[in-house]
């Protein structure tokens, strides 16, 4: 079994920043993507950016040019630096993880294994 732990959100003004951290933990594997994923309250979760094996990242429109994916290999820890927040980026984070694959889903049924969610709030 493998767990994800997220942690790192909170509430924060608007332009401000946040670093979001997920750590995975128990039976892994030698190759493996991470990704973000959020949603906000009535709205379906929603992809924000994922990061390949070869280190290769991805991110939705609405994050591009304000938030970074990255990761720590031999922690297998990814990250989430979220810079210029928005209100509209106010959801819960959930990190989520495939184990086993060279690339990086944007979809959320691709991923095995999810983190609980951390709350994100940035006020105007």
């Known amino acids: 079994q493998v767990q994800l732990v997220e942690s790192g959100g909170g509430l924060v003004q608007a332009g401000g920043s946040l670093r979001l951290s997920c750590a995975a933990s128990?039976?892994?594997?030698?190759?493996?993507?991470m990704g973000w994923f959020r949603q906000a309250p009535g709205k379906e979760r929603e992809f924000v950016a994922a990061?390949?094996?070869?280190?290769?990242?991805y991110y939705a429109d609405s994050v591009k040019g304000r938030f970074t994916i990255s990761r720590d290999g031999t922690k297998i820890t990814v990250y989430l630096q979220m810079n210029s927040l928005k209100p509209e980026d106010t959801a819960v984070y959930y990190c989520?993880?495939?184990?086993?694959?060279?690339?990086?889903?944007?979809?959320?049924?691709?991923?095995?294994?999810w983190g609980q969610g951390t709350q994100v709030t940035v006020s105007s």
């Open positions: 128990g039976r892994t594997f030698s190759r493996y993507a």
């Open positions: 990061i390949s094996w070869s280190a290769s990242t």
């Open positions: 989520a993880a495939r184990f086993g694959s060279s690339y990086a889903p944007t979809t959320e049924y691709e991923y095995n294994y």
